[in-house]
């Protein structure tokens, strides 16, 4: 303090005043104060003397530091989260997290201040995200949608996307959108579609009637040569579920069908009975 007090004194004297300078004093009590303060010399009676004016700045200093600790927490969440996240205005990267480079391969450098455009394979699919992202958030207050991004490598991913406005009533903020990576999900689904597919195929080349019953629920889903063996469409059988099963069920081979497969249920052993269906 006394060398910085030396040093504004010099500047003082050396150009007749000082402006908005920026000082720690210790008050009697020991506490510290944050001032704001300008000085200007002046002549009187042949001796030199400094006019100086001193505003408390120390809420002011308080305020600052808060926010500058809230900031800091801010970022390091804002990089910590496992999803991508964005500031966007008109479409176009103002602040991304690190996440977001890992999803799309592009450096932070890269994406910063260029559009989301660059991420999509077409313009159709840049334009219906924007209508489904953006069409309506304003007024909603949140929006989602899938899409795919085009990877730097040339490679896609597919992402979902959930968006927020900055503020609700001014568009002209941007919005922060959260970037998820969901493609092994999507993968995993497509290969589960696959195998159904192909399972269903078997089924009806087998010429035989298959079902997949879960027993704790009581729900059944009928596969294969169902029109062939029963005269039902296939929608139409499976709405029946297994107590509608059970009725069409020839009367003199019902009870004996039923008892058979509630003791296989029983004792989790496979059953072999024959029966006569009702058409």
Known sequence: QIEQSRKVREVLLAKGSIYDQEAIT????????????????YQTGGELNALSMFVDITDRKKTEERLKKNEAVLNS?????????????????????????????????????????????????????????????WERGASYVETRFKHKDGSFRYVSLFAAPLDRHNPDAGAAVAIQDITERVMMVQ???????????????????????????????????IHAITGYSAEEFNSHGISGWGERLHPDDRAITLAQLEAAKMNRTV?????????
């Open 26 to 41: 210790v008050a009697p009590d020991g506490t510290t104060q944050h001032v704001l303060y300008s000085s200007a010399l």
């Open 77 to 137: 969440l804002f990089q910590a989260v496992p999803v991508g996240l964005a500031i966007l205005k008109g479409r176009q990267f103002k602040v991304i997290n690190e996440r977001v480079g890992t999803i799309t391969g592009y450096m932070t450098n890269d994406l910063t201040g260029s559009t989301s455009r660059l991420l999509y394979a077409t313009e159709e699919e840049y334009v219906r995200v924007g209508k489904a992202l953006y069409g309506t958030l």
């Open 191 to 225: 290969t589960l579609r696959d195998r159904e597919q192909r399972f269903l195929k078997i089924a009806d080349l087998s010429g035989q009637l298959l079902y997949d019953h879960d027993v704790s629920s009581g729900s059944i889903l009928w596969f294969g040569r």
């Open 271 to 279: 059953v072999s009975v024959d029966y006569r269906f009702c058409k």
